[in-house]
C-alpha cells in the first residue's frame, strides 16, 4: 500500500517522531512505522488514539476507513468487526446503555463484565425501566448439562454458574424490577440490543467470551442483519424459563 502522506505530515506538524505517537498509542514503534510507510490501517482503537495525539479526525489520516463505510448491501448495517470482545472500545458498551432509551436486552450467558466495565450499571438500568424502557437479562441456566459442560471446556476457578449468579446479584441491586430468564440455547453466541444498536459475540472453541468474534451493528433497513438478532433473541426469550426464585 502507498505511503501515509497525511499520517506523516500531521506527525511532523505535532512535533512528534514515531516513537512517540508509538508510546502514546502503547504499541510498537515498528507497528506505528507500518502505518507511516506502507499505509497499514490501524486497529480502531489505535486510529482513535493515534487521532486524539494528533488532534486530527480519523478520515482525515485513515480516509480509506470512509470510503469503506459507505455500502449499500446488506453489510451496511455493520459498523465494525473485532477479533475478540475485549477489542470494542472502552466505553462502547457504557454509552450504549446511557443512550438506549427504549430496549436495552442482555442476551450474554452470564453479562458478567457488565458490571465490572459500567460504573453503576445496576442504579443506570434501574433508572432506564423505571422510565419506561424494556430491561431484560437473558441469563444461562445454571443448572443445564450444557453449562457444565461448557465449564469442563472452559476449566476456570470463576465458573458460568457463578457468573450468573453474580450478576443476578447485581441486578437484585437496581431500583426497579429487571426480569430474568434462563435458557441454555445461546451458550455460544450472546446478543445484545440497544435500541437500534446490537453487539453480538460468537464463541470460538475453547475460548472465553472476551475472546469471541464480535460485531457491531447499527438497524438500517426492515430485514436486515439487525432484525434477524432481534428475532433470536426474542425467540429465546419466549422458550426460556422464569427463575423459580424470582
Known amino acids: 500500500m502507498p505511503r501515509n502522506e497525511a499520517l506523516r505530515d500531521a506527525l511532523a506538524m505535532?512535533?512528534?517522531t514515531v516513537g512517540d505517537l508509538a508510546a502514546r498509542c502503547h504499541v510498537d514503534a515498528k507497528t506505528?512505522?507500518?502505518?507511516v510507510s506502507r499505509g497499514r490501517l490501524p486497529h480502531p482503537r489505535s486510529r482513535?488514539?493515534?487521532?486524539?495525539?494528533?488532534?486530527?479526525?480519523?478520515?482525515?489520516l485513515w480516509p480509506e476507513v470512509v470510503r469503506r463505510a459507505v455500502k449499500v448491501g446488506n453489510d451496511r448495517?455493520?459498523?465494525?468487526?473485532?477479533?475478540?470482545?475485549?477489542?470494542?472500545?472502552?466505553?462502547?458498551?457504557?454509552?450504549?446503555?446511557?443512550?438506549?432509551?427504549?430496549?436495552?436486552?442482555?442476551?450474554?450467558?452470564?453479562?458478567y463484565f457488565v458490571w465490572l466495565?459500567?460504573?453503576?450499571?445496576?442504579?443506570?438500568?434501574?433508572?432506564?425501566?423505571?422510565?419506561?424502557?424494556?430491561?431484560?437479562?437473558?441469563?444461562?441456566?445454571?443448572?443445564?448439562?450444557?453449562t457444565a459442560d461448557r465449564d469442563r471446556i472452559e476449566g476456570t476457578p470463576l465458573?458460568?454458574?457463578?457468573?450468573?449468579?453474580?450478576?443476578?446479584?447485581?441486578?437484585?441491586?437496581?431500583?426497579?424490577?429487571?426480569p430474568v430468564r434462563l435458557s441454555d440455547r445461546h451458550i455460544a453466541m450472546s446478543v445484545w440490543v440497544f435500541d437500534d444498536e446490537a453487539i453480538v459475540a460468537t464463541h470460538i472453541?475453547?475460548?472465553?467470551?472476551?475472546?469471541?468474534?464480535?460485531?457491531?451493528?447499527?438497524?438500517?433497513?426492515?430485514?436486515?442483519?439487525?432484525?434477524?438478532?432481534?428475532?433470536?433473541?426474542?425467540?429465546l426469550w419466549a422458550d426460556a424459563r422464569v427463575p423459580e426464585d424470582g
Open 159 to 178: 465458573n458460568l454458574a457463578t457468573r450468573i449468579a453474580m450478576t443476578r446479584a447485581e441486578i437484585a441491586k437496581s431500583p426497579a424490577a429487571l
Open 77 to 111: 448495517e455493520l459498523i465494525g468487526v473485532y477479533p475478540r470482545r475485549s477489542d470494542l472500545p472502552r466505553t462502547l458498551f457504557r454509552d450504549l446503555i446511557e443512550r438506549a432509551g427504549s430496549r436495552l436486552w442482555f442476551g450474554g450467558y452470564t453479562s
Open 32 to 35: 506505528v512505522e507500518r502505518w
Open 117 to 146: 466495565e459500567v460504573t453503576n450499571a445496576a442504579a443506570t438500568l434501574g433508572g432506564k425501566a423505571g422510565s419506561g424502557a424494556d430491561v431484560r437479562f437473558l441469563l444461562g441456566d445454571p443448572a443445564s448439562a450444557v
Open 205 to 235: 472453541g475453547a475460548a472465553l467470551g472476551q475472546d469471541s468474534v464480535t460485531l457491531h451493528l447499527r438497524r438500517r433497513e426492515a430485514g436486515g442483519p439487525f432484525d434477524r438478532y432481534v428475532e433470536h433473541f426474542e425467540s
Open 14 to 16: 505535532a512535533g512528534l
Open 48 to 60: 482513535v488514539r493515534a487521532a486524539e495525539v494528533l488532534g486530527k479526525d480519523i478520515d482525515v
